[in-house]
């Protein structure tokens, strides 16, 4: 078994109006999140994987004119769940975590990967917020506010 590789991409998927999309995870019920995802390279570039990862969990493609992913230039570093440390190498116990966004129509088409998760449901922000599993997944959606008016000044 190769391991992961312990740097992954987060990324927020919302509406103009800020709803959000989430996600739940097969294999754990309740465990609501945005599209997440570990490189598969060490030198994969960030926005090659954030865009793999979104077309792999939502069948969005991000096709840099119509739907675009934008790099907050934020990174968080966070303890790995002790139920998923043996997907890493021994003794990994941290991740770092680069946040994306990408702004999307309400009535793009989903179609979720099902080995991976198994509903997804449209929130708005502060709920979907509150429904996230991992804190730095709904400390990203409470910023996606600030984040986008930051973006277009």
Same mark, same amino acid.
């Given at each position: 078994m190769t391991h992961k590789i312990p740097e992954s991409v987060l990324v927020v998927i919302h509406t103009a109006d800020l709803d959000v999309l989430l996600i739940e995870r097969a294999g754990n019920p309740g465990f609501w999140q945005s599209v997440t995802g570990s490189l598969d390279a $060490?030198? @994969?570039p960030l926005? &090659? /994987? *954030? /865009?793999r990862e979104l077309f792999e969990e939502t069948g969005i493609v991000a096709d840099g004119e119509? +739907?675009?992913l934008r790099d907050w230039q934020l990174?968080? %570093?966070?303890? +790995?769940y002790p139920v998923w #440390? !043996? #997907?890493y190498g021994p003794g990994v116990t941290q991740n770092t975590e680069h946040v994306f966004s990408v702004q %999307? $129509?309400?009535d793009i088409a989903i179609t979720l &990967? $099902? #080995? @991976? !998760? %198994? *509903?997804?449901e449209w929130l708005p922000y502060l709920a979907a917020a509150d429904k996230c599993f991992s804190p730095s997944n709904a400390e990203a959606i409470l910023q996606l506010p600030r984040q986008l008016r930051k973006m277009s000044s």
């Open positions: $060490p030198d @994969e926005l &090659a /994987t *954030a /865009t119509r +739907i675009v990174s968080n %570093v966070y303890e +790995i #440390r !043996h #997907r %999307v $129509p309400r &990967a $099902p #080995r @991976e !998760h %198994v *509903a997804y």
